[in-house]
């Protein structure tokens, strides 16, 4: 994803999707187990680790606005993820998906944390991380952890030019020269730096992207501490993949990006209220047959 338009890029707003039919069986069988997870006793200390009890019967209900069905193979595929931020495309070309959180709770019972909501993709679809490149205007598929890179306040997943909105991590507010590399084979290819002045060709300067990184969650695709194409001959992967918010065209369209998810404003709050590090998140992005394949 590359260029100030990437993040910032062409069906309606987005909005909560109807609820889809309750969770089978099958993902009952998958979420009755005993797991343990890391919560914090407080914001920011994981030290304290909790088990989660057996789970009483699955109450489909609460995860009936969700997809079960997708959902239940990444529980069976990485059951120590206890969220799962999953983006839904009907095809690899697609340009629109939809955006669904759930959440594993300390009762071990999954719930919807957001419901479907419409999504915007890269111009040119999804096409898996190790396949695509910087400035092919896809976004990357595949299942990713929440990102973290090394800002000048220390290490963060969250950020935006608007003020903190209540996220479950550090989260820096964008200063006029925050830069995140994106210009492939130099050495502050993904990586976030202050530096307006050397914030050049393919590289993102935040502040100037304005709305549509109002808020915004790092994606863990091609992230530090191991990013491929920040070193000569290395391939330029991926870099600066946000989920933020929709950039519109001037008659109220959303846009396609060059890479990263965007959704609309409320929803975009919910996320970043719900996205939680402490619960091992993972980002599914993909068609329903790819996750459930995989």
Known sequence: ?????????????????????????????????TVHVT??????????????????PFDGSLLAACDARVLGSLVH??????????VLAPSITSTTATVQIATRGADNAWRCSLAPTTARLGRNGIRPLADRRSGDDTTPS????????NSPQGPISFFGNSSDPG??????????????????????????????????????LLHGVGAAYEHAVLIGANTEPNVSGDSAGEPALASAIFLHRFSYTTSG???????????????LLIAL????????????????????TR
């Open 142 to 149: 595949g299942v990713f952890g929440l990102g973290v890179v």
């Open 253 to 267: 369209a959303t846009k396609a990006t060059s890479g990263c998810v965007s959704i609309a404003h409320q929803p």
């Open 273 to 292: 209220r719900a996205i939680d590090p402490s619960l091992n998140p993972r980002f599914a992005i993909g068609t329903a047959e790819a996750l459930t």
């Open 1 to 33: 994803m590359l260029g100030l338009a990437s993040c910032a890029q062409a069906n309606p707003r987005g909005q909560l999707s109807s609820a889809q039919p309750a969770a089978s069986p099958s993902l009952s069988s998958l979420i009755n187990t």
């Open 77 to 86: 595929s990485e059951p120590t993820a206890n969220q799962w931020i999953v």
């Open 167 to 204: 996220a479950r991590g550090a989260y820096r507010h964008i200063q006029p020269d925050d830069c995140y590399g994106a210009e492939p084979n130099t050495p502050g290819y993904g990586h976030w730096r202050s530096d307006a002045t050397t914030c050049s060709g393919a590289d993102e």
């Open 39 to 56: 919560e914090p006793a407080v914001r920011g200390d994981r030290s304290q680790e909790l088990p989660f009890p057996s789970a009483p």
